[in-house]
């Protein structure tokens, strides 16, 4: 069974500044991951996944996180972050087997300030 | 195009009472989850459909919770009688098929049981 470990349940930093969220995962074989993104009183939405080949996965509004296989972590990184990033964002594992369950870790919650 | 629809979006009961929980998936999404998130952590899969067949219940607690989704479509999650563990975020999700396809969350049921 996976497992997927978040160490970080909050993370204050001030407009502007880089920021990066911890992930790390534990399974015996190989595995999807992703990040998802939830707003205050919205649904999560997905972020960025990775699934195979680049080692660096990119979404539409300036995050990153990259897939290192011998630490077993997919950290979350934004070089400037803004106020509307504002949120709770959940790192998520699925073994690529085809019976296998999404499981999400305890989530971060980012707080921009100014 | 229209996202997952939950109602209630908010539902306080008191222990002993029934409650149940309406999801409208994404049309043309054959995958419907219902998943439980707990006050501080990750949300945790209780079921998963396929068209209208349950095909993984393994964390549904089968003695007060119950779920159904007639003709493939909507489904409903019913817990009686509730408990004040039960208290919780309840998400449905859906999605096009169950391989690595994005899961599509609706915004949740917020459930207080005093």
């Known amino acids: 069974a996976q497992s997927v470990t978040q160490l970080d349940s909050q993370v204050p930093v001030f407009e502007e500044a880089p920021v990066e969220l911890r992930c790390n995962y534990s399974s015996s074989v190989s595995v999807y991951l992703f990040w998802y993104v939830q707003y205050p009183n919205q649904g999560l939405q997905l972020l960025l996944k990775y699934l195979s080949g680049s080692t660096l996965v990119e979404s539409i509004n300036g995050f990153e996180a990259e897939f290192n296989k011998s630490q077993t972590s997919f950290h979350l990184r934004k070089p400037s972050v803004h106020i509307s990033d504002t949120a709770e964002y959940f790192c998520?594992?699925?073994?690529?087997?085809?019976?296998?369950?999404?499981?999400f870790g305890t989530g971060t919650r980012l707080q921009v300030t100014l | 195009e229209a996202g997952v629809v939950q109602s209630p979006r908010y539902k306080i009961i008191e222990k002993k009472q029934p409650v149940a929980f309406w999801c409208n998936p994404i049309s043309g999404h054959n995958t419907l989850y219902w998943y439980r998130q707990n006050l501080g952590q990750g949300p945790e899969l209780l079921i998963r459909?396929?068209?209208?067949?349950?095909?993984?219940d393994s964390q549904l607690p089968k003695d007060r919770f119950s779920a159904e989704r007639l003709k493939g479509v909507d489904s409903t999650l019913k817990i009686q009688p509730a408990e004040l563990g039960d208290s919780a975020v309840y998400l449905c999700?859906?999605?096009?098929?169950?391989?690595?396809?994005?899961?599509?969350f609706g915004p949740g049921t917020r459930l207080t049981v005093t």
């Open positions: 459909y396929e068209n209208e067949e349950a095909v993984d």
């Open positions: 999700a859906s999605s096009l098929g169950w391989t690595i396809n994005e899961q599509y």
């Open positions: 998520a594992v699925r073994d690529t087997g085809t019976a296998s369950k999404l499981t």
